[in-house]
T-cell receptor, first 114, second 113 residues
Framework: DTAVSQTPKYLVTQMGNDKSIKCEQN?????MYWYKQDSKKFLKIMFS???????INETVPNRFSPKSPDKAHLNLHINSLELGDSAVYFC?????????????FGPGTRLTVL | AQKVTQAQTEISVVEKEDVTLDCVYE???????LFWYKQPPSGELVFLIR??????QNEISGRYSWNFQKSTSSFNFTITASQVVDSAVYFC??????????FGDGTTLTVKP
């Protein structure tokens, strides 16, 4: 019973293509996130949704568009892929409210842009 | 704005040595939460501990211990008698009510046999 799942696990594509990464959590959490981890292992938040509403939108190129069809899903669509988009993308979720709970992370999607 | 600094980029120790990973944070919020996560070579991110800003009690869990000091805005993590399986990237993170978690840049710990 995977708590936070991501598909695909690996994604290799050409520059200029459009691709999507899907994320689903079965924990009943209200808040979901997308993070980008670069080759130096730096982990940077990209987006956060709470109950399908966008609450955090960091400085991310508008080629990246998150979509939350329901509370359990947060997908990431990337247009016109560039070499610099190569990274591992992590989805995470957490229950909202006090205390501020830890995040549960998906296994990551390794995106390679050629 | 929130900030988390993990000044040690890489640490290398020999098995059975004790090692401390430093974490310094900045926030203007009076209520906040601090976390440590572990990322082993397999790549998944694993939650280790959460601490809130009102609880400065140190915590010990097996070989792991955490020292939270508000006076120095630090939340350091010590591994006693390190083992090869402790080799990983360790992230310190700060969470506030706005829902945003800020992660440090991580410390890569290598434990050699």
């Amino acid at each position: 019973d995977t708590a936070v799942s991501q598909t695909p696990k690996y994604l290799v594509t050409q520059m200029g293509n459009d691709k999507s990464i899907k994320c689903e959590q079965n924990l009943g959490h209200d808040t979901m996130y997308w993070y980008k981890q670069d080759s130096k292992k730096f982990l940077k938040i990209m987006f956060s949704y709470n109950n399908k509403e966008l609450i955090i939108n960091e400085t991310v190129p508008n080629r990246f568009s998150p979509k939350s069809p329901d509370k359990a899903h947060l997908n990431l669509h990337i247009n016109s892929l560039e070499l610099g988009d190569s990274a591992v993308y992590f989805c995470a979720s957490r229950p909202t409210g006090e205390p501020y709970n830890e995040q549960f992370f998906g296994p990551g999607t390794r995106l390679t842009v050629l | 704005a929130q900030k988390v600094t993990q000044a040690q980029t890489e640490i290398s120790v020999v098995e059975k040595e004790d090692v401390t990973l430093d974490c310094v944070y900045e926030t203007r919020d009076t209520t906040y939460y601090l976390f440590w996560y572990k990322q082993p070579p397999s790549g998944e991110l694993v939650f280790l501990i959460r601490r809130n800003s009102f609880d400065e009690q140190n915590e010990i869990s097996g070989r792991y211990s955490w020292n939270f000091q508000k006076s120095t805005s630090s939340f350091n993590f010590t591994i006693t008698a390190s083992q090869v399986v402790d080799s990983a990237v360790y992230f310190c993170a700060l969470g506030v009510d706005a829902g945003k978690s800020t992660f440090g840049d991580g410390t890569t710990l290598t434990v050699k046999p």
